[in-house]
């Protein structure tokens, strides 16, 4: 069976770090690209970023670039998302994603971590 | 960056209706769109992608169709399970992108 679990989400004052990860289980973790996607509360979803299954090509969300770092550790099946200068807009539930091989529709989700980004 | 546009933001219905949600792309995106529902609380579910191609287990009163820049989601008889809120989202080019929602009612 397909999981992904996420954890490192908290609490984190505005301008702060922190670094999400993301296990995976029953699938050939180095196969398939994964993504990042969040949800503020009450808001619909936002793509965040995505990496390839060898984690040569990654991709952002407009409104991350330059702030957040996506990785993987395939010998690990651990997916990572680096924020850093964080703000309050970036307040939401993310979720760890992953695509069917390198197609960039989602095909399955985690249950969500959360980041708040308050003083 | 490709902006989706869904409607209704908001729809009423009754169990054993048939309705329609819309997405529309601000550029052209062939067939590159999926359809997913989300209940509260809980992750996002794929339900459609290639606009027009069910993912396996989802039940056959859901379809999509569409090309180019207008894309339709039709549910042909509305479950109790159902009433929930629907996201379009185009995969034709990064960065990603979801519509903004449907969040289907009961009526």
């Known amino acids: 069976e397909v999981q992904v679990l996420e954890s490192g989400g908290g609490l984190v004052q505005p301008g702060g770090a922190l670094r999400l990860s993301c296990a995976a289980s029953?699938?050939?973790?180095?196969?398939?690209?994964m993504s990042w996607v969040r949800q503020a509360p009450g808001k619909g979803l936002e793509w965040v970023s995505g990496?390839?299954?060898?984690?040569?090509?990654?991709n952002y969300a407009d409104s991350v670039k330059g702030r957040f770092t996506i990785s993987r550790d395939n010998s690990k099946n651990t997916l990572y998302l680096q924020m850093n200068s964080l703000r309050a807009e970036d307040t939401a539930v993310y979720y760890c994603?992953?695509?069917?091989?390198?197609?960039?529709?989602?095909?399955?989700w985690g249950q969500g971590t959360l980041v708040t980004v308050s003083s | 960056d490709i902006q989706l546009t869904q409607s209704p933001s908001f729809l009423s219905a009754s169990v054993g209706d048939r309705v329609t949600i819309t997405c529309r792309a601000s550029?052209?995106?062939?067939?590159?769109l999926a359809w997913y529902h989300q209940k509260p609380g809980k992750a996002p579910k794929l339900l459609i992608y290639?606009?027009?191609t069910l993912q396996s287990g989802v039940p056959s009163r859901f379809s999509g169709s569409g090309s180019g820049t207008e894309f339709t989601l039709t549910i042909s008889s509305l479950q109790p399970e159902d009433f929930t809120t629907y996201y379009c989202?185009?995969?034709?080019?990064?960065?990603?992108?979801f519509g903004g929602g449907t969040k289907v009612e009961i009526k």
């Open positions: 994603a992953k695509h069917p091989a390198e197609l960039p529709f989602i095909d399955s």
């Open positions: 029953g699938f050939t973790f180095s196969s398939y690209a």
């Open positions: 990496i390839s299954g060898r984690g040569g090509s990654t």
């Open positions: 550029q052209g995106i062939s067939s590159y």
């Open positions: 290639a606009a027009s």
């Open positions: 989202q185009q995969l034709n080019s990064y960065p990603l992108t």
